[in-house]
């Protein structure tokens, strides 16, 4: 059974970090891209952050770039979510999603994470 | 980046009832469209991919249509189950990957 696990989560004063983990199990870490995908309280989702499978390609979403890192340890099979300079903006709960490609090519996000709350505040 | 609007924002029906839901991007997309569903509390849940096809172990009454810049989702009987919001991804535009703001059914 594939599992994601998140953890990590907490509160944080604004410019303060956190380090977000995803252990995966039940697959093979390695041969699937990963994604940060996060929801604000009461909003949306909104995609964060992706990782290849060997760490090859990594993106970020304009809001975040500068500010979070994404990293993946193949053998731990675990993902992770460095975050700094937080911001209140950036409260919310952190999902970490693994990305498959349909036969046509297209990707979409087949296992989710239970979610891990992130909330930024004095 | 391609905005994703969803209509309508929320959706009042019962149990039993034929129900469509609406995503428009704003550039075409192809078929690179997915719908998730989620439960408050809880992870979304992946329902369709490729705009037409149904995830493995997601019951037949959910069903996907479009191409281009207009998606549709429809169940095609309502159970208690379905009472959740649901957001449609477009992954056309590789990596950022945006939502709809999603649409909540309610009963």
């Known amino acids: ?122 | 980046d391609i905005q994703m609007t969803q209509s309508p924002s929320s959706l009042s029906a019962s149990v039993g009832d034929r129900v469509t839901i609406t995503c428009r991007a704003s550039q075409s997309i192809n078929t690179y469209l997915n719908w998730y569903q989620q439960k408050p509390g809880k992870a979304p849940k992946l329902l369709m991919y490729g705009a037409s096809s149904l995830q493995s172990g997601v019951p037949s009454r959910f069903s996907g249509s479009g191409s281009g810049t207009d998606f549709t989702l429809t169940i095609s009987s309502l159970q208690p189950e379905d009472f959740a919001t649901y957001y449609c991804q477009q992954t056309y535009n590789h990596p950022t990957y945006s939502f709809g703001q999603g649409t909540k059914l309610e009963i």
């Open chain 1, 1 to 122: 059974e594939v599992q994601l696990v998140e953890s990590g989560g907490g509160l944080v004063k604004p410019g303060g970090s956190l380090r977000l983990s995803c252990a995966a199990s039940g697959f093979t870490f390695s041969d699937y891209g990963m994604n940060w995908v996060r929801q604000a309280p009461g909003k949306g989702l909104a995609w964060v952050s992706s990782i290849t499978t060997s760490s090859g390609y990594i993106y970020y979403a304009d809001s975040v770039k500068g500010r979070f890192t994404i990293s993946r340890d193949n053998a731990k099979n675990s993902l992770y979510l460095q975050m700094n300079s937080l911001r209140a903006a950036d409260t919310a709960v952190y999902y970490c999603a693994r990305v498959r490609v349909g036969s046509s090519g297209w990707p979409y996000f087949d296992f989710w994470g239970q979610g891990s709350l992130v909330t930024v505040s004095s």
